[in-house]
Every structure is written in structure tokens, then in C-alpha cells.
């Protein structure tokens, strides 16, 4: 089997190293799965860094989802056969080009595109989770999203859509407004020290219940202005690297609510029943290709040094899949 694997923190052009293991046959209620694409995420090469909230156990090999097809069964495996598509949300250290696991880590999946369904368990969940669990949203209700052109952020605008929620969508650059259109976003404004002004005249004074903010600094400041009383602020993110001034007065008068989410912890955390529910909701809008992430590009494991380049790289348009066994 062929995996990557870093044994050291630092930068992951430099640390991660194509490996070459003992193939292992499945044992009782095990499966192996042969790896068919499996993302990088910002959060992988944070932790690849040293820089993520969660430090790795070295050796490590990243990876947090993708799409497998199973090629063997141990004895006892009942749910699944030779030959099905499972999703690898349960498995971990995906960038491989096989997996021998616990069969139970497998989630069989629905017939869709292979590689929209390897994307599934972070930032679609990441985004259904934000909408569903912080406030009481219902058709014709506002939110409003810092760095709405990501991953994250343009999966808010395509469920926000499916739901009737309009959106407020705050971009770096105004070239990135139209695209966010083109998905659904009903306002999108370029960031700035109006903001708050801005998004009132834009949205005809509505209030606003929820924002979604994973920049932080003045950005999270701004956002926090444009909210209704007794909304709230989630915070999933700094790629600002800086730390907002918590504006005291909008806690005090507006009863704006800040509150956290990490999606490590939510999995950690949900029930069974939970994880069930949030699958059950996404799985059928990405199979049927309702809601979709953009691809920038493809790498086999072979360059992984260039995938992982790629996937830093501020000027990419989606993004980056290792496909180990393309099809």
C-alpha cells in the first residue's frame, strides 16, 4: 500500500513522504477499500503545520474523508459488498491508496459523483451544521458570512438557497461577486469599514439573526454591527491570524451572542442519531447535484508535494483532490 505520512511538524511540502507499506488482508469485521479521492482541506495542512487546535500523534496520515471502493471483506462484514462506493468520514488517514479498517467505519454511498461525495463530511457539514444548530431560521429569514467565496462559505449560500434564507455574503475582492450570484447569494459586498451601512441599504433594513464569520479581526467586528437583536455570531475560523475587539455595547444593548463551533469536537460529541440525521439531510442534495464544491485540481499521491503547494495557494478556484486509483 501507498501512503503519505509525516513524521515531523513543519511545512507540508517539506514534512510529507510517499510511503510504500506491507499490504494487510481484513480480518474479522474488517473491509479494505481502495482510495478513489479524498480532499485537502485548510485544516489538514494546519495540522500538517502545527497549527491546528489538535496536534497530531506522529507518525500521522492526514486525511479526514473521501470515497473507497470496497475490494475485500473480512468475516463477519454484513452491510457492505465487493465492488460498493463507501464514504471514508469514519476512518481516518484517508491520503492512502488503500485502507484495511473496522468494516463499521464505512458508510455506504448513494450512486452520485465520486469526487462531490469525497468532500461530504467537512465543509457541507461544516455549513448544514452552522445553519441548523444557531438559530430558529425560517423562509425569507437573513444571515450574513465573512469569506463567502470558500469552501464553507459558498456551501451556505447553495443550502441557505435550498431553504429560502437569504444570504449577505462578504468577499475581499469585488471579481468574486458574481460567482456567489451565480450560486444563489442574494447580496454580496466587498468588505470595509461601512459595512454595516452598506448590508442595511442592501437588505432594505431586514434584520439579521445569524452571522458566520472564520476571519476575525475588524471583519468580526463588522459583522457584528449588522445584527438584529438577540442575534448571533459563530465563530469558525481566524484566517486573519488577529484577534476582535469584543464590542462590549453590542453584548450589552443588542444582546448579540458570540458562540464557537469546531467540527472535530461536534463529531466527537454527537450522537449517533445526530451524525444519522445530518447525513441523511446532505447526502441526497449532493448525490443528486443540488448543492456542489468546486475542483480546482487532481494530484495522485505520487505529487503530493505539488497537491499540497496547490491547496495553499491564495489564487486556486476550488478545490484540491488526491486521487490515489482515478477512475
Known amino acids: 500500500m501507498k501512503i503519505i505520512e509525516h513524521e515531523t511538524l513543519g511545512n507540508p511540502a517539506d ?41 497530531p500523534d506522529l507518525p500521522a496520515i492526514p486525511g479526514g474523508e473521501g470515497v473507497g471502493t470496497v475490494v475485500e471483506l473480512g468475516a463477519g462484514v454484513e452491510h457492505l459488498q465487493v465492488g460498493q462506493n463507501v464514504l471514508l468520514a469514519g476512518v481516518g488517514g484517508t491520503w492512502r491508496d488503500e485502507i484495511v479498517a473496522p468494516a463499521a467505519g464505512f458508510i ?11 468532500m461530504l463530511a467537512v465543509n457541507p457539514m461544516t455549513a448544514h451544521l452552522m445553519l441548523a444548530d ?33 444570504t449577505v455574503n462578504i468577499v475581499r475582492r469585488e471579481d468574486l ?36 464569520d472564520c476571519v476575525g479581526g475588524d471583519t468580526f467586528e ?16 481566524t484566517l486573519s491570524g488577529k484577534f476582535p475587539e469584543l464590542n462590549m455595547r453590542a453584548l450589552i444593548a443588542n ?20 451524525k444519522q440525521a445530518a447525513m441523511g439531510a446532505l447526502v441526497p442534495l449532493i448525490a443528486s447535484g443540488a448543492i456542489k464544491t468546486r475542483i480546482d485540481s487532481r494530484f495522485p499521491l505520487e505529487e503530493i ?10 489564487g486556486r478556484d476550488g478545490k484540491v483532490l488526491l486521487v490515489p486509483n482515478a477512475v
Do not use: C
Open 108 to 118: 455506504p454511498a448513494p450512486p452520485g459523483d465520486v469526487e462531490q461525495l469525497s
Open 305 to 314: 508535494g505539488d497537491a499540497v503547494n496547490r491547496a495553499a495557494a491564495s
Open 15 to 55: 514534512v510529507l513522504e510517499l510511503k510504500q507499506v506491507q499490504d494487510r488482508t481484513p480480518g474479522a469485521g474488517e473491509a479494505r477499500v481502495k482510495v478513489l479521492a479524498t480532499p485537502i482541506h485548510p485544516a489538514n495542512l494546519l495540522q500538517i503545520s502545527g497549527q491546528y487546535a489538535a496536534a
Open 222 to 237: 463588522r459583522l457584528v454591527e449588522t445584527l438584529g437583536y438577540g442575534g448571533s455570531i459563530v465563530v469558525y475560523g
Open 177 to 212: 461577486i458574481l460567482p456567489l450570484k451565480s450560486l444563489g447569494a442574494t447580496v454580496a459586498l466587498v468588505d470595509g469599514p461601512d459595512l454595516a451601512e452598506r448590508v442595511q441599504a442592501a437588505t432594505g433594513g431586514a434584520e439579521i439573526k445569524l452571522a458566520m
Open 134 to 166: 444557531f438559530a430558529d431560521l425560517e423562509p425569507g429569514d437573513w444571515i450574513i458570512q465573512s469569506a463567502a467565496n470558500s469552501a464553507v462559505g459558498e456551501m451556505v449560500i447553495q443550502l441557505a438557497a435550498q431553504k429560502g434564507i437569504n
Open 255 to 274: 444582546d448579540v451572542r458570540p458562540r464557537g463551533f469546531w467540527l472535530q469536537q461536534w463529531y466527537t460529541t454527537a450522537s449517533q442519531e445526530q
